[in-house]
């Protein structure tokens, strides 16, 4: 069959029962944004609430803002409402600090709670920064070892020396997707507890924490939930498990009476403990009103988007003239895939380069990745359809037309 013309992709996204909430973005004109797994767009929320944040409340109410603005509550109160997003009971969500150091929280408490057990095992290939947090542990704690093995041998690595388990939900070079439920199961049966990562999970494929009985979570907010650059980072701690978890970062914040000022740490009740030090408010007040754009949102529905958009996408780029250069690093199968697609290609970097030129924003993951974020709440159909054109069009160009060396910026 036939992929898609752009007339009927302009027909899907008159359709579209998400279409309406492009509204609450600001995007510039004539670019495609598929970068939003990695950094998600700017909203109208979030530049009002920053203004408030800034103009009303700190420039007016100054210090009084702690208690009048709820700045104290707000790792709570915007840890519900992430918490929502993944299936997570109220008291369980926290958002706080980056998801590298939330990592290192979790799994440093779940150390001075693993009894006798010394491994935590975790995916080769796994993010670079799960994996040096968990290096970086193993330091500090030297009977602590860290096993890291493929993917299709991590079951087995689970033995009755693993007191953690430590993934990535979503992958994020290959989108590929593990089973919540089925690890959970797997690791509490050889008597271990499960830290997830939903870095690239979190706002675009629905998470059900509870329902799965995972153990520990931890994601970032600045990708598909739009929280702005740097945005704080969330952490799960699932309720029956949080009175046996001690915070190794025992921050004055995290204590029961933090205004009482006394000079032993008292770890207060519930998820709070894992609070450290003053949140940064205005990267608060960001996400706040970031988080307006999933406000009634079905993720069943979103989920349904997502799938359409890569599965649009792939189609379209397999049927370029050009696309023999290319090939699948994703699933293909759209049930184990998240919410980006991945190709490789041998001239990778370049040829990203040349799309972001040309307003088609995705990113590169070396060595050869071109990676493509499809973001549900502001992405349309057309877009994939225009998208995909332009790559056609740099895939048939002349070879002389290329440049040969594009210097690598920072970030990629
Ligand atoms: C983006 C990402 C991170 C980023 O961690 P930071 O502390 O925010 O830099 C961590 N883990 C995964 C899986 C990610 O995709």
């Known amino acids: 069959m036939a992929p ?49 944040a800034v103009g ?34 109220p008291g369980e969500t926290l958002v706080c600090d980056s998801t590298s ?15 006798a057990r010394t491994q935590i095992v975790t995916e080769a290939g796994n993010f670079p920064t799960d994996l040096h947090i968990l290096q970086g542990l193993a330091k500090l704690l030297p009977q602590v070892e860290v096993l890291a093995v493929p993917r299709e041998r991590i079951y087995e690595a689970i033995g009755t020396d ?3 388990v430590v993934l990535t939900h979503v992958h994020y070079r290959t989108a590929e ?5 089925e690890v959970s199961a797997r690791a509490h049966a050889k008597g271990a507890r499960v830290l997830w990562d939903l870095s690239h999970s979190v706002g675009a494929v629905p998470v059900d924490l509870r329902g799965a009985e995972a153990d520990f979570a931890i994601g970032c907010t600045y990708k598909y939930l739009n929280g702005g650059p740097g945005a704080p980072a969330f952490l799960y701690v699932r309720r029956e498990l949080q ?23 008292v770890p207060a009740p519930g998820v709070d403990r894992h609070r450290c030090g003053t949140p940064p408010v205005l990267a608060f007040a960001a996400l ?19 799938v359409q958009l890569s599965s649009l996408f792939i189609e379209l780029v397999e049927a370029l003239p050009g696309a023999g250069a290319l090939s699948l ?21 370049p040829l990203m380069q040349r799309l972001i030129a040309r307003g088609v924003v995705g990113d590169f993951r070396a060595p050869d990745l071109l990676r493509f974020g499809f973001t549900p709440l502001y992405l349309r159909f057309v877009d994939v359809w225009d998208a995909v054109r332009i790559l056609g069009e740099e895939l048939a160009a002349r070879p002389d037309d290329r440049p040969r060396d594009t210097p690598r910026l920072k970030v990629t």
């Open 288 to 306: 706040d009103g970031a988080l307006e754009a999933f406000d009634g949102v079905d993720m069943a529905q979103l989920r349904r988007k997502s």
């Open 329 to 349: 690093a994703s699933p293909r199968d759209p049930a184990r895939r998240g919410s980006h697609v991945s190709f490789a290609h041998a001239d990778g970097y």
């Open 101 to 115: 150091v939330d990592l290192f929280k979790l799994a440093a408490a779940a150390s001075l709670a693993r009894g």
């Open 243 to 265: 009175d046996g978890l001690m915070p190794v970062l025992s921050g004055w914040l995290g204590d029961a009476r933090p205004f009482e000022f006394q000079d032993d740490y």
């Open 162 to 164: 693993t007191f953690l």
């Open 177 to 181: 997707m593990f089973d919540l439920a």
């Open 56 to 89: 009303a409340q700190w420039g007016v109410d100054l210090i009084r803002s702690w208690n009048v603005h709820g700045w104290i509550d707000y790792p709570a109160t915007l840890g519900e409402r992430v918490g929502r997003l993944i299936g997570a009971a």
């Open 4 to 52: 898609p013309t752009r007339e009927q992709c302009l027909e899907l996204d008159r359709h579209d029962p998400l279409a309406s909430r492009r509204e609450a973005f600001r995007l510039p004109e004539g670019l495609i944004y598929l970068d939003g797994n990695s950094l998600g767009a700017l909203t109208v929320g979030a530049e009002r609430s920053v203004a408030r």
